[in-house]
């Protein structure tokens, strides 16, 4: 059952309706012809998984600063120089859970769709699944295994439930073969998928 | 008992969605972009006055509520940005921003022809929802009084009444875990959720749990859960307020 493909009647008339209500609400002063487009823009540009990758990468090249991101991750983000500072909207308290040989993170929502804004935009449709936050509270290695990721048995796996203020995102263990990489070579490595903790970065090429 | 506060660890679910894309069709961002307006030109932000003529108050605690009061039913049914639609449609005509008759009208109309979206607005609007994206809505407070528990204490996870909305997963009622961390200060929750507890600045920590107390014989090994509660949720694991 793919929970993605609806009736074309259905997916035309919630676009309809979306449609319809932002004409309203540009009509009745309530936002502007440009707000929902701005607002996407920041997203794309601005408030992203690329600022995500930046940080890891930074990480994996200055021992002091990956330790700084564990211990304060928003100091750590200051520096960074992203267009939100050491702020933005769902970004006010970010903590980065540090992957090691030893321990293998993954963040979820069971309440909701809690995700850090500033450093990774916007969450993918997996993490808002139901099933994923009901799954992966309890059987998180069955989950990650569906997701092509099998953590060894000896490896402990850390799930943080995002319920109050703080958002979580992961820092996943620099791969094998990148020896002499700049950062940006790095940060192009990342994925969204692996700073949640569904996935691992994989070498390149691989 | 309402079954969106008690997701986790839900049994006889499918396999776990793979989908990576943020939206899945291009009404999904629009929306998105709607809600996050909402929140921007909320009253209750100490943002510079516009002149958009929002004037009642949009936090996710909103958004939540309304998706915690739906038939549970229905909450799997819909898919993500439909429950925003229909929870975002239905405030602004239970506020009278706009009349259903007219949205569905509009709906119709746009059914049946793709007409331009008006034009027109105030830089002023879009300007202070830039800004509350850079500068987001701060919870932390100073302290009113210490925290009750210190790293290492254990504690068991109170039960409220089940209200509105909550910001305790259900999973965690009733078992006992152990502070892992206490955050600095104190954090205010969007709203006041009366009997359940969060609301007013009070401290957040961090609980670490055995899955086997909460999911005894039926979860997996080497594996530690933790969650972020706040203090309100918290009693010392000594009170055995059930027997």
């Known amino acids: 059952m793919d929970r993605f493909e609806y009736s074309r009647d259905r997916e035309a008339t919630n676009a309809a309706r979306a449609r319809a209500l932002e004409a309203l609400l540009i009509e009745k002063g309530v936002i502007t012809s440009e707000t929902v487009d701005k607002i996407m823009a920041i997203f794309a540009t601005e408030m992203g998984p690329f600022n995500g990758a930046k940080l890891v990468a930074k990480a994996w090249v200055d021992p ?13 983000v200051e520096q960074m120089n992203f267009a939100t500072k050491g702020a933005g909207a769902e970004g006010e308290h970010m903590k980065a859970a540090v992957n090691t040989p030893e321990v293998h993170n993954l963040i979820i929502c069971t309440l909701c769709s809690c995700y850090p804004w500033p450093i990774l935009g916007l969450p993918p449709y997996w993490y808002k699944d139901p099933s994923f936050r009901a799954r992966a509270a309890r059987e998180p290695r069955k989950v990650l295994g569906e997701f092509g990721l099998d953590v060894d048995p000896g490896k402990e796996i ?10 979580w995102f992961v820092v996943p263990e620099r791969p094998a073969g990148t020896d002499g990489f700049s950062e940006e070579q790095l940060a192009a490595l990342v994925t969204p998928e692996s700073m ?9 090429g691989a | 008992m309402k079954l969106q506060h008690y997701l986790g660890g839900l049994e006889g679910l499918d396999p776990i ?3 990576t894309r943020v939206f899945v069709e291009p009404w999904e961002e629009r929306i998105f972009g709607i809600h996050t307006a909402m929140m921007a030109l909320s009253p209750q932000l100490d943002l510079e006055a516009t002149p958009s003529t929002f004037n009642t108050e949009w936090t996710w605690a909103d958004l939540r509520k309304g998706a915690e009061a739906m038939n549970p039913f229905d909450y799997f049914r819909f898919r993500y940005y439909e429950k925003w639609l229909g929870g975002i449609s239905e405030y602004f005509v239970a506020k009278g921003y706009i009349s259903q008759a007219d949205l569905d ?14 034009m027109g607005g105030d830089v002023a609007v879009d300007a202070r929802v830039r800004k509350y ?51 600095p200060d104190a954090y205010t929750y969007l709203c006041d959720t009366g009997v359940d507890g969060v609301g007013r600045a ?10 086997e107390d909460l999911w005894p014989g039926n979860t997996e090994t080497n594996f530690t859960f933790y969650a972020d509660l706040f203090e309100a949720y918290l009693e010392p694991a000594a009170t055995l307020r059930n027997l």
């Open chain 2, 105 to 118: 009208a509009r709906t119709a109309a746009f059914l049946s022809s793709s007409a331009a979206l008006p």
């Open chain 2, 133 to 183: 994206l850079m500068t987001g809505d701060d919870p932390r407070r100073e302290r009113p009084v210490p925290p009750l528990f210190a790293v290492g204490n254990a504690v068991r996870v109170a039960d409220p009444k089940s209200v509105g909305h909550t910001r305790l997963p259900g999973h965690l009622r009733n078992k006992v875990g152990l502070i892992d961390s206490v955050y």
């Open chain 1, 64 to 76: 002091a600063f990956k330790i700084l991101l564990a211990q304060d991750t928003m100091a750590a």
């Open chain 1, 158 to 167: 850390k799930t943080w439930d995002s319920s109050a203020h703080i958002r």
């Open chain 1, 196 to 204: 949640m903790g569904v996935a691992i970065v994989k070498p390149p």
């Open chain 2, 202 to 211: 009070m401290p957040v920590y961090c609980v670490k749990f055995d899955p």
């Open chain 2, 17 to 19: 969605s793979l989908e």
